[in-house]
């Protein structure tokens, strides 16, 4: 596959589901140290997350049980980036966490990378 094509929007919301379904899983740290950039950021409320502290951060965190991702929309960047935004829509248990986001994905050694993940609570 070439780095940008007509079906960036699905390919990167693909991506994303990947991260989620990882996290969901128990293994959002070991995907995300796979994924990110090496000079990787998760950008979350009251924390900054660097690629390796991703595995202690997932560990620690209390556990995702569901997500939404709603309203996905894509900005290219350039011939190998885009920027896919959307509003978050997550479980912990009884906790709802809602959110904006925004996941930065770069096409290097041939995939997408995890540059920067920021969220905005709500």
């Known amino acids: ?61 209390p556990a995702i049980t569901s997500y939404q991702l709603r309203e996905p929309a894509v900005v290219r960047q350039n011939e190998h980036a885009g920027v896919l935004v959307y509003r978050l829509l997550a479980h912990r248990g009884d906790e709802v966490i809602e959110a904006n986001a925004a996941t930065t994905y770069v096409f290097a050694d041939g995939g997408w990378c995890v540059a920067t993940h920021q969220q905005t609570a709500l």
């Open 1 to 61: 596959m070439t780095a940008i094509t007509d079906d960036l929007p699905a390919r990167l919301l693909h991506e994303e589901h990947e991260g989620w379904q990882a996290i969901l899983a128990g293994r959002g740290g070991d995907y995300y140290r796979r994924t990110m950039t090496a000079d990787g950021l998760l950008i979350l409320p009251g924390r900054i997350v660097t690629r390796n502290e991703a595995i202690a951060f997932f560990k620690e965190m």
